[in-house]
C-alpha cells in the first residue's frame, strides 16, 4: 500500500504565521506537522509516500528532505489547482497512486503512529474512514466533519452541518484506484471546488458503501487555528506513553 498525504492549502487560518513558513513545516514540539501523519505511515509499513503541494511547494520540497523516515521514499506530487477543493489535491495523485490501494492523511494532522497501522490491516469495500467515536478535545471538535454511522459500521451521512452524528471524520482515509473514476465524475460537474466531504457522501449512497473503522481512544488531533495547535501543544507534553 503507497500512501498520500496532502500538503498543498495555504494554511489561512494560521496566518500570519503561514506567510513565510507553509504550513506543513511549523513545528509542534520540534517536528514540522507533516512529519505526525509521515511517521505514521512509516510505522504501518508504508515505504512510498506521495506529497501531494502547491502553496509554498519548493519550501516544502526542501524542508522535507531531512525528515523522510529510514526506508520511506517520498514523491511530491504539485496541485495547480492547489486553492481548490482537498478532494482535488487527491485527483492530483491519481498516477502516483497506481492501480493498489492507498493510505490518505492530512499535513496539518496530528496522528499517533497506531491510527495508521490499525487502518492499513485492508479495506475491501472502494473506501474506509477512520473515525472516533470518543472525540471530546476542543481542536478535534471545533470545526469537526461529523459523521454517521450506522450498526454495521457503514458511513451514511458525512458534514459539518449533521444534526444527527455519532462519530467524527478524524481526516485518515483508505481508497481502492476505483475512487479516482469517482473523482473524475465529480470534478466533471462540480470543478475545482470539490471537497473530499463530497467525495465521500458520493460514495457512501453507492451500494458498495464505504465502511469505517473507530480509533477507540487513539490520539489525533486537527490544526486548524491557533487554539487548536495550543491545544495539541499542551496534550502532547502531557502524553508521555503516545509514541509521537
Request: aromatic share 8%; charged share 25%; with cysteine.
Amino acid at each position: 500500500m503507497k500512501g498520500v498525504i496532502l500538503a498543498a492549502g495555504d494554511g489561512g487560518r494560521l496566518r500570519p504565521f503561514t506567510y513565510r513558513t507553509p504550513k506543513p513545516l511549523i513545528r509542534l514540539r520540534d517536528r514540522p506537522l507533516i512529519s505526525y501523519p509521515l511517521v505514521a505511515m512509516a510505522e504501518a509499513g508504508i515505504r512510498e509516500v506521495g506529497i501531494v503541494v502547491g502553496y509554498q511547494a519548493d519550501q516544502i520540497v526542501k524542508g522535507l528532505a531531512e525528515w523522510a523516515p529510514d526506508g520511506v521514499r517520498l514523491e511530491f506530487i504539485h496541485n495547480p489547482e492547489f486553492e481548490g477543493g482537498n478532494a482535488v489535491s487527491v485527483r492530483a495523485a491519481r498516477d502516483f497512486a497506481g492501480d493498489g490501494p492507498f493510505m490518505l492523511a492530512m499535513s496539518d494532522h496530528i496522528i499517533e503512529p497506531d491510527v495508521a497501522v490499525r487502518l492499513v490491516e485492508g479495506c475491501e469495500r472502494p473506501a474506509l474512514l477512520g473515525v472516533d467515536s470518543a472525540a471530546c478535545m476542543e481542536s478535534q471538535l471545533s470545526d469537526a466533519t461529523k459523521v454517521l454511522v450506522d450498526g454495521n459500521g457503514c458511513l451514511r451521512r458525512i458534514g459539518k452541518g449533521l444534526r444527527q452524528w455519532n462519530a467524527v471524520d478524524i481526516g485518515v482515509f483508505v481508497f481502492q484506484s476505483s475512487v479516482f473514476d469517482d473523482l473524475d465524475d465529480l470534478y466533471e460537474r462540480e470543478g475545482a471546488a470539490l471537497e473530499l466531504s463530497r467525495v465521500m457522501q458520493h460514495l457512501a449512497n453507492k451500494p458498495c458503501g464505504v465502511s469505517t473503522r473507530d480509533i477507540e481512544g487513539l490520539f489525533w488531533t486537527d490544526i486548524d487555528t491557533l487554539a487548536d495547535f495550543k491545544c495539541a501543544y499542551d496534550h502532547l507534553g502531557s502524553a508521555t506513553d503516545l509514541p509521537l
